[in-house]
């Protein structure tokens, strides 16, 4: 969901952006126009998140699917003269994403899982209390919030003086983060921030290399972003105008502290609920829940599908869980407003009552 505000804004801009006759889709990248929105959502993003001087924010493109591959690209950075990595990195598994992003970063060199809740399920997060980190690892990596499993690192590891590499994409300006824990960390648009098509990495300036893998497409290289100021190419344009635009929204809300107390109070409304269902139960341990994805069942699958089916025709849409797990699945994003978590409650409430 995108805030109300924002779209109603972007409908009257639409067709004559900022008095420049034109629609920002019409632009030219290169346009005195297009470089004060990019340079104005950089400029908010900064002040919402309070990201340090010594951090680079990049608008890219990819998500968080070449991000799987561009962290080990350019941080994995031993090599023997044949140009093959001889380091690697550590990776903690704790559901869909990183496991995908260890195995992406495989291709590249050596990836140890140094901790995986693998087989909880991932109903879990592994314990993270203190981890062997290898000795050359040349990053840690962690998704801190699982999508679709539904859980959240709370408490970032001690990684032992390693760069921590976070894909933070489904909780990217949920609550506030210490930019100042991460080497670089890194968020598909699509949940929070705006429309699909912009991915921002913020990265700390020495993790910006001349010395990347060998055949490292130009592209895919940080330094090439960050020297251009994300105008090495033609930048999502549009979406980087939605996503200045819901920063806008997010600092008029009270920022990201304002943005954690609203998240925590609809996550609270929708897991109060289900602790004391007697059909429907979350399926991740209570400490390590997500406040943006929720993931629950009813232990029937059937009666699953009949709730996601009666729940649609209802209004209340994309609650099916995700296809590798099933079940259901709601996802409270910032502009998910606390009367919709209401009504799904009541709606919850009502189904349990027809069908306990
Ligand atoms: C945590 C997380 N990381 C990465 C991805 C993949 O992102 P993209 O589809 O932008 O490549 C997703 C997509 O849902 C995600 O939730």
Known sequence: MLPDPVLVRAAAEMLNYSGS???????????????????????????????????????????????????????????????NPLGGADYIVSGQWSKKAAGEAG???????????EEQNFSCVPDLSDLSVSPDADYVYLCQNETVHGTTIKTLPDTKGKPLVADVSSMFLSEPMDVSRYGLLFAGAQKNAGPAGVTVVIIRDDLIRENVLPATPTMMRYKTHADAHSLYNTPPCWGIYICGLV?????????????????????????DFLDNSKLFRGTVRKEDRSLMNVPFITGDKALDAKFVAEAEGAGLRNLKGHRSVGGMRASLYNAVPFEAVQTLVEFMAHFEKENA
């Open 21 to 83: 006759g034109m629609s920002v889709m019409e632009m030219s990248h290169r346009s005195k126009d297009f470089e004060a929105i990019l340079n104005e959502a950089e400029a908010d993003l900064r002040e919402l998140m309070g990201i340090p001087d010594n951090y680079r924010v990049l608008f890219l493109q990819g998500g968080g699917c070449v991000q799987f591959a561009m962290v080990p690209m350019n941080l994995m950075q031993k090599q023997n003269s044949a140009g």
């Open 107 to 117: 291709l590249f060199g050596r990836v140890n899982v140094i901790a995986s809740s």
């Open 247 to 271: 920063f806008k929204w997010l600092k008029e809300q009270g920022g990201l502290p304002a943005m954690r107390e609203r998240n925590e109070k609809k996550a609270a409304l929708l897991y």
